[in-house]
């Protein structure tokens, strides 16, 4: 009898052991440094749900938010070291680890989102993905930060004259840095997780970025003038340690790639969706908004900037990108 017992035991251990085999989920992380209520956390939740929905939950992404695992700039090298698979980062610190991307950055490159998407999602930004493979890095899909725009505690901008003096928070990026530098803005680049403090504190007078942003950050508590200066066109990435993405299987690793595509689309939505309605709730808020800036002077006070920049990255690359239909 306690032979059949033990027996009927063991058998029972060995199945829940082969069971376990056979469902064994593979954990993997993501994380952006802004809050899960935003475009970007709808692009991690969407690309978490597709990929585990895609695999038949065998492979189980978890999403981290807020900087909770560091900035963009530490999670981006996490990545590349392989102790982290995967983050959504803006493209701000990349130029430090592919430096191909650079270009994307320059002010006033892009006419519109549409303008901006097309390019990406066609042969320039896919040839641009494959850049991102020497470095370690899997470049699953081009997402979305958005379009930039300027805030302060000091005063309303309306002209590049408005913003000499002004110090302001950049992203860890030298083409934003120099382009900056071409308003006669006192630039101060700094990791996002640091900015709302850097603001509460007066350490920086303001910073720029896109309305996704500057609502799920809450800076309308921190700053009191927008001005929609819409000065550059911001992507975003989801990147991935191309070691972990070389293991997965062929099936799996489309699996990972089509997560990416529709994890664009709900961040994208959410981009169009916080434009819509941004000015508004930042307005309702207290913010002073300045919605017709003269952008044509904010370009020619660039002019200088802009013959580095062709020195840099060459006038053909440049128009490649600017007269693409």
């Known amino acids: 009898m306690k032979k059949t017992t033990l027996c009927l035991a063991l058998a029972g251990l060995l199945g829940l052991a082969a069971f376990g085999t056979a469902h064994a989920q593979t954990a ?29 939950g065998r492979i189980k992404v978890q999403p981290f938010y807020s900087g909770s695992l560091g900035g963009e700039r530490e999670s981006i090298e996490a990545v590349q070291l392989g102790t982290q698979e995967l983050t959504l980062t803006s493209t701000g610190p990349v130029p430090n680890f592919v430096p191909e991307a650079r270009i994307l950055d320059i002010p006033f490159l892009f006419r519109d989102k549409a303008h901006a998407r097309a390019v990406l999602d066609g ?21 979305e930060n958005g379009v930039r725009h300027m805030t302060n505690s000091k005063r309303s901008v309306t002209a590049p004259d408005d913003l000499k003096g002004l110090k302001m928070r950049t992203m860890e990026n030298p083409v934003h840095v120099a382009a900056y530098k071409g308003f006669g803005i006192i630039t101060t680049p700094m990791a996002f997780p640091e900015v709302f403090t850097a603001l509460q504190q007066g350490t920086v007078d303001g910073q720029e970025n896109p309305l996704s942003v500057i609502m799920a950050a809450k800076f309308d508590q921190v700053q009191k003038h927008l001005s929609l200066t819409g000065h550059v066109y911001s992507p975003a990435i989801f990147l991935m340690n191309k070691a972990a993405f070389d293991k997965l299987s062929a099936a799996d690793q489309a699996a990972f790639l089509g997560a990416a595509r ?7 939505a959410r981009v169009d969706e916080d434009d819509a309605k941004g000015v508004a709730e930042l307005r309702s808020k207290g913010m002073q908004v300045v919605e017709n800036v003269d952008k044509a002077k904010f370009q020619t006070a660039l002019t200088p900037v802009y013959a580095q920049f062709e020195q840099q990255f060459g006038k053909a690359n440049i128009d490649r990108i600017r007269n693409f239909k």
Do not use: C, Y
Not at 28 to 55: L, P
Not at 262 to 268: L, S
């Open 28 to 56: 993997m992380k993501i994380s952006i440094s802004i809050a899960q209520n935003s475009h970007q956390g709808i692009g991690i939740d969407t690309f978490a749900k597709e990929v585990e929905t895609r695999t038949q």
């Open 123 to 143: 042969p320039i930004g896919q040839e641009m993905l494959k850049a991102f493979e020497p470095k370690g890095f899997k470049a699953l899909a081009w997402a």
């Open 262 to 268: 529709e994890a664009t689309k709900a961040n994208r």
